[in-house]
């Protein structure tokens, strides 16, 4: 069971440079999520999906664009690097009942921004 | 924007001692949830609350939703060395009626054991 996959796991880039962050899940979930994580700040949710072809923004959504062209995919990308993106980014899917969401998570992709 | 207040923010204790870890807002959730993870790993789900004044438990760990489902807590009895790591919660607004399908994260309670 691969659950959520994320690559890279490690990547450094130089400022104004871009990238793009791959996720994928193998359990049919309808929401995907990207979330980034910094020291004292807890997880904070930049972009989400509810279904393929949709995208939303969240709480931080300013220099990321995201993609959800296929179910199991979805694509986080940095046109213009800058350091204060350094972070650790998860990815993440759930599934949806009446009353409740889990998330399940990917390993996560430390990114250096220099 | 909701809000997850968690105390303490870390916690340093000897091995046998127990603990407890809270979770506040001043909203109300659908459901939450308790997260632990480790170093270079993601979260991993630990429980689910739903109902108001549920109490679930797993082995060691004790937890507990709020009456007015607005808060809860996290108790580990006789911790060990394995429990170290960080443990986030996470509220669901999915009954809000604000249409959100996030969950929203507190900042965690970074947890060591000392064997």
């Known amino acids: 069971n691969a659950g959520v996959t994320q690559t890279p796991k490690f990547r450094v880039l130089k400022t104004g440079q871009s990238m793009t962050l791959l996720c994928a899940q193998d359990?049919?979930?309808?929401?995907m999520y990207w979330y980034r994580q910094d020291p004292g700040m807890g997880l904070r949710l930049i972009h989400y999906?509810?279904?393929?072809?949709?995208?939303a923004k969240g709480e931080v959504p300013d220099g990321y664009n995201v993609s959800r062209l296929k179910k199991q995919n979805f694509l986080l990308g940095l046109e213009s690097a800058a350091p204060s993106q350094t972070s650790v980014y998860f990815c993440?899917?759930?599934?949806?009942?009446?009353?409740?969401?889990?998330?399940?998570f990917g390993q996560g992709t430390r990114l250096t921004v220099v | 924007t909701q809000l997850l207040e968690q105390s303490p923010q870390f916690l340093s204790i000897q091995e046998g001692e127990n603990l407890t870890v809270y979770c506040n807002s001043s909203?109300?959730?659908?459901?939450l949830q308790w997260y632990r993870q480790e170093p270079g790993e993601g979260p991993v789900l630990l429980v689910t609350?739903?109902?108001?004044?549920e109490v679930k438990k797993l082995k060691r760990l004790t937890f507990q939703f709020g009456d007015a489902r607005k808060d809860s807590s996290l108790h580990i009895t006789a911790a060990q060395p394995g429990d170290t790591g960080l443990y986030l919660c996470?509220?669901?607004?999915?009954?809000?009626?604000?249409?959100?399908?996030?969950?929203?994260f507190g900042k965690g309670t970074k947890l060591s054991v000392i064997p």
């Open positions: 993440a899917s759930s599934y949806y009942r009446e009353r409740d969401t889990e998330a399940f």
């Open positions: 359990m049919n979930h309808e929401y």
């Open positions: 999906s509810v279904g393929e072809g949709t995208t």
């Open positions: 909203s109300v959730f659908s459901s």
């Open positions: 609350v739903v109902t108001g004044g």
């Open positions: 996470a509220g669901d607004t999915s009954y809000s009626g604000a249409g959100s399908y996030q969950l929203t």
